[in-house]
């Protein structure tokens, strides 16, 4: 039997089935979960690549995972591209392939495609890059260029749209698009310091203080304060606040604790709300005024 040229169609469940004795890897529980989360989204699985053997039945070279969020969901059938006549070495040549070759978007490729499918919160995060003259681009290094995609998206939902857009603006204030601080770390960061001391934190002083120093002096200062984590956004974080707390009385100054204690301890602020978090997406953080127009006064 020769194999044919692969059609579309759409296969029950029930007859989809996954050959682990001869070539595919075993199964990754939390893949699955996160396939799950948010109920079966076919556009977003898209099509199984299945064979059509001989006894009727259709394996699975690329796509198990989907497969078992499918039954998971209880979804009866799901899309597939289905090819015939291959052997079961080519079964296992293609499955290799699948694996090796794919190339998986970027979180750059990911926001451009959420903005594509007309996502608000992706909208949002694109109007809040541009609003504060930064463009967002894979071109690091370059002055004004944001290329983490991660960070952005990251810091959107941990701590809300509206600490994104006050973050970009300090960030914009402070260091005039100088690329070590457009970099994840000090995104990530300054919107978490934002966020967590938002009822407490004088902003202008905030970008005062970093205005004073150098991108790469927070790094340096933010390896010596946590060595364990060198540079990562909580120590990046934990570098703002000693910078802010400088000169201050004890009254005044921020508490390390909040940012060294995580999520425990940004429990005790309030964050801002999903719904806010949501109706700033929906309406270009209506309301939020970016750190640089107040300096502007």
Not at 15 to 25: A, G, I, P, T
Not at 149 to 164: E, F, I, P, R
Not at 178 to 200: H, K
Request: charge should be positive.
């Amino acid at each position: 039997m020769s194999e044919k040229r692969a059609k579309f169609a759409r296969i029950p469940v029930a007859k989809l089935f996954v050959d682990q004795v001869n070539y595919q890897r075993d199964l990754k529980p939390k893949n699955v979960a996160r396939i799950t989360q948010g109920g079966w989204n076919e556009r977003r699985a898209g099509a199984l690549q299945v064979n059509e053997r001989e006894d009727g039945r259709f394996a699975v070279y690329d796509g198990q995972h989907r497969l078992e969020a499918a039954k998971a969901l209880g979804i009866a059938e799901v899309p597939c591209m289905v090819s015939s006549g291959m052997t079961i070495e080519q079964e296992a040549q293609a499955f290799i392939s699948c694996n090796r070759d794919r190339q998986p978007p970027d979180w750059i490729d990911y926001l451009h495609a959420m903005v594509g499918a007309k996502d608000p919160e992706a909208i949002a995060i694109l109007a809040t890059i541009h609003r504060h003259k930064f463009r967002l681009s894979r071109a690091k290094g370059e002055p004004n260029v944001i290329s983490a995609g991660k960070a952005l998206s990251h810091s959107s939902d941990t701590y809300g749209l509206k600490a994104l857009d006050t973050a970009l603006g300090a960030l914009r204030t402070a260091w005039d698009g100088d690329p070590t601080s457009l970099m994840g770390q000090f995104i990530s960061a300054m919107a978490r310091v934002l966020c967590d001391y938002r009822e407490v934190i004088d902003e202008d002083r905030l970008v005062a203080v970093l205005s004073r120093v150098t991108p790469a002096e927070v790094l340096r200062l933010a390896k010596s304060l946590n060595p364990t984590f060198s540079a990562s956004n909580e120590s990046v974080a934990r570098a703002f606040v000693t910078l802010y707390n400088k000169r201050l009385s004890s009254n005044r100054a921020l508490s390390i604790e909040t940012i060294t204690n995580g999520v425990a301890a940004r429990g005790t602020l309030k964050r801002w709300s999903k719904d806010q978090v949501r109706s700033g997406a929906a309406n270009g953080v209506a309301g939020s005024q970016p750190i640089a127009a107040k300096a502007a006064r």
